[in-house]
């Protein structure tokens, strides 16, 4: 029984192994974990030549492979910077998923990835031949499980020389369920250059395409918390978005809303509430954005823009252009952004079409700003109780009135055409108007010194005879003749100094602006 048992075991023990030596054998030439499969799949996945500088690979306990200072060269080139590097590679396995088809990778680690991505390149249309441009994806020859790319690095090339790249720290990477031909499902927190802060997302990227990059297909969504608004200069605010984002990376499709609880101009220190809801379209590849449409809401306005924000040859920076169209909205929502006082000395309804071009540079925004258009205001009353009282004993004088404690609350409308260009608003066809009277102005106001610098006609209803009562009324009569003309009375004026300290006075000679 002894002798039984005996030869069994042995037996069992031969069995297995034989059973090592031939896993061992077969991992040893069957393998794919060798420097030359690694460096040939890499190269026929990204259409690139690949350097490794020290690898080693071994199978116990576990497949395993390691490979330090990996350079990518995009077709070999050595005149750009390298399309990716990579301080350490390291592969695991199982023996069994080696011998798999196609052949499985546990897991991938990219420790030191750094990302250069080329600008997408337009290309001749094919041939008359027949031939066309390979848009396939590359093939894998592995399915991999997960990859971890923690701190990896990502610069996006710029398609005009002299202009800076776009650079991104990726805090978190993580790639799952990799097969050949197929989408990454992925996860990152991508820390966002300007404004600062934490973007989180997740979605499927790929199959890469090799031929080209910016054709590469990407989809998820995402969220951006704690953004500082304030590394613009003219502008505060911390800002949260949420959204979803699909397409390519040339031409990605995002639909979002942002909120910004505290946003304000810092000229004026008055801050709001800012929501906006957006659909831009974003090359990836170089940052351009252009909006179709953007919805921005704050206090009782709702603001509609569409136009970009996008980079120009030899610029440092992106240009903001945006066509603005405001219907209904407050004229003290949009004052209280602007002037540091409040409430506003004017509240009413505006309309307004205007074109908004903000210039890249280090100077606050209110001095790189270039916004001109056409507004109407209507129902406007001033909120100084001396000012609305005077514009009322004007509208009643106007019209022969001469009380001289009014009773009524007129309101003022207004409209014409303004021009604000560093930080100098310049208005023309300017006309305002309460009963009795129509104003007509031309001019400037600077935003930062709180200027005056108009010349104005005033239309009035009554002669200057009937604007007053007893001596003066009888002493007028002798100049009426001077001012009547054209069925109205008309008096050139002048309006100077700055806001709080305004100067008025009559401009005879000067012909109506």
Same mark, same amino acid.
């Given at each position: 029984m002894q002798k039984t048992t005996q030869r069994w075991l042995t037996a069992f023990l031969l069995i297995v192994v034989s059973a090592v030596v031939a896993l061992t054998v077969a991992l040893r030439y069957y393998s794919p974990l060798t420097r030359d499969w690694v460096v040939k799949t890499l190269e026929s996945r990204y259409n690139s030549k690949v350097e490794i500088k020290t690898f080693q690979a071994s199978l116990l306990p576990y497949p395993l492979a390691t490979a330090e200072d990996i350079v990518f060269r995009e077709q070999g080139r050595t005149d750009v910077p390298p399309f990716v590097t990579i301080r350490k590679l390291t592969i695991e396995a199982s023996f069994f998923g080696l011998f798999e088809t196609p052949r499985k990778i546990r897991r991938v680690r990219l420790e030191g990835l750094r990302l250069h991505i080329p600008p997408h390149e337009k290309k001749d249309p094919p041939e008359a031949s027949g031939g066309t441009a390979s848009q396939e994806p590359a093939r894998l020859a592995f399915a991999v499980d997960e990859i971890v790319a923690d701190g990896t690095f990502l610069e996006l090339l710029p398609r005009q020389a002299g202009k800076e790249p776009k650079q991104f720290e990726i805090r978190e990477l993580r790639l799952r369920s990799i097969g050949p031909n197929e989408p990454m499902s992925f996860v990152s927190t991508l820390m966002n250059a300007k404004p600062p802060g934490e973007i989180h997302s997740k979605g499927q990227f790929g199959p890469w395409r090799r031929d080209e990059p910016g054709d590469t297909p990407v989809s998820g969504t995402y969220t951006f918390k704690n953004a500082n608004l304030g590394v613009f200069k003219g502008i505060a605010g911390t800002l949260s978005s949420v959204g979803?984002?699909?397409?390519?990376?040339?031409?990605?499709?995002?639909?979002?809303?942002?909120?910004?609880?505290?946003?304000?101009?810092?000229?004026?220190?008055?801050?709001?509430?800012?929501?906006?809801?957006?659909?831009?379209?974003?090359?990836?590849?170089?940052?351009?954005?252009?909006?179709?449409?953007?919805?921005?809401?704050?206090?009782?306005?709702?603001?509609?823009?569409?136009?970009?924000?996008?980079?120009?040859?030899?610029?440092?920076?992106?240009?903001?252009?945006?066509?603005?169209?405001?219907?209904?909205?407050?004229?003290?929502?949009?004052?209280?952004?602007?002037?540091?006082?409040?409430?506003?000395?004017?509240?009413?309804?505006?309309?307004?079409?205007?074109?908004?071009?903000?210039?890249?540079?280090?100077?606050?925004?209110?001095?790189? !700003?270039?916004?001109?258009?056409?507004?109407?205001?209507?129902?406007?009353?001033?909120?100084?109780?001396?000012?609305?009282?005077?514009?009322? !004993?004007?509208?009643?004088?106007?019209?022969?009135?001469?009380?001289?404690?009014?009773?009524?609350?007129?309101?003022?409308?207004?409209?014409?055409?303004?021009?604000?260009?560093?930080?100098?608003?310049?208005?023309?066809?300017?006309?305002?108007?309460?009963?009795?009277?129509?104003?007509?102005?031309?001019?400037?106001?600077?935003?930062? *010194?709180?200027?005056?610098?108009?010349? *104005? !006609?005033?239309?009035?209803?009554?002669?200057?005879?009937? !604007?007053?009562?007893?001596?003066?009324?009888?002493?007028?009569?002798?100049?009426?003749?001077?001012?009547?003309?054209?069925?109205?009375?008309?008096i050139p004026f002048r309006i100077g100094g700055t806001r709080s300290q305004p100067s008025f006075g009559l401009a005879f000679g000067r012909k109506e602006p």
């Amino acid at each position: 029984m002894q002798k039984t048992t005996q030869r069994w075991l042995t037996a069992f023990l031969l069995i297995v192994v034989s059973a090592v030596v031939a896993l061992t054998v077969a991992l040893r030439y069957y393998s794919p974990l060798t420097r030359d499969w690694v460096v040939k799949t890499l190269e026929s996945r990204y259409n690139s030549k690949v350097e490794i500088k020290t690898f080693q690979a071994s199978l116990l306990p576990y497949p395993l492979a390691t490979a330090e200072d990996i350079v990518f060269r995009e077709q070999g080139r050595t005149d750009v910077p390298p399309f990716v590097t990579i301080r350490k590679l390291t592969i695991e396995a199982s023996f069994f998923g080696l011998f798999e088809t196609p052949r499985k990778i546990r897991r991938v680690r990219l420790e030191g990835l750094r990302l250069h991505i080329p600008p997408h390149e337009k290309k001749d249309p094919p041939e008359a031949s027949g031939g066309t441009a390979s848009q396939e994806p590359a093939r894998l020859a592995f399915a991999v499980d997960e990859i971890v790319a923690d701190g990896t690095f990502l610069e996006l090339l710029p398609r005009q020389a002299g202009k800076e790249p776009k650079q991104f720290e990726i805090r978190e990477l993580r790639l799952r369920s990799i097969g050949p031909n197929e989408p990454m499902s992925f996860v990152s927190t991508l820390m966002n250059a300007k404004p600062p802060g934490e973007i989180h997302s997740k979605g499927q990227f790929g199959p890469w395409r090799r031929d080209e990059p910016g054709d590469t297909p990407v989809s998820g969504t995402y969220t951006f918390k704690n953004a500082n608004l304030g590394v613009f200069k003219g502008i505060a605010g911390t800002l949260s978005s949420v959204g979803r984002y699909g397409g390519a990376l040339d031409r990605i499709e995002v639909d979002g809303t942002t909120d910004t609880p505290d946003f304000r101009v810092t000229e004026s220190g008055n801050s709001v509430d800012l929501k906006t809801e957006f659909h831009a379209l974003v090359d990836g590849t170089n940052g351009d954005t252009f909006l179709v449409p953007v919805k921005a809401q704050f206090l009782h306005s709702t603001v509609l823009a569409r136009g970009g924000i996008y980079g120009k040859p030899n610029v440092k920076g992106k240009t903001i252009s945006l066509d603005i169209n405001v219907a209904g909205a407050r004229v003290e929502d949009l004052l209280r952004l602007a002037m540091k006082t409040t409430p506003g000395p004017l509240t009413g309804q505006i309309d307004f079409q205007a074109k908004l071009i903000i210039l890249p540079g280090e100077r606050k925004v209110l001095d790189k !700003m270039q916004l001109y258009g056409d507004f109407g205001i209507a129902s406007a009353r001033f909120t100084s109780f001396d000012l609305q009282r005077k514009i009322t !004993m004007l509208s009643q004088r106007s019209r022969g009135q001469t009380e001289d404690d009014p009773s009524e609350h007129v309101i003022s409308n207004m409209n014409g055409h303004f021009d604000l260009r560093d930080a100098t608003a310049r208005l023309s066809r300017l006309v305002y108007s309460v009963p009795g009277a129509n104003i007509r102005l031309t001019g400037s106001y600077g935003i930062h *010194g709180e200027t005056l610098n108009f010349d *104005g !006609m005033a239309r009035l209803d009554a002669k200057p005879s009937q !604007m007053t009562t007893g001596i003066k009324s009888i002493l007028l009569k002798v100049v009426d003749p001077l001012f009547w003309k054209n069925g109205a009375t008309e008096i050139p004026f002048r309006i100077g100094g700055t806001r709080s300290q305004p100067s008025f006075g009559l401009a005879f000679g000067r012909k109506e602006p």
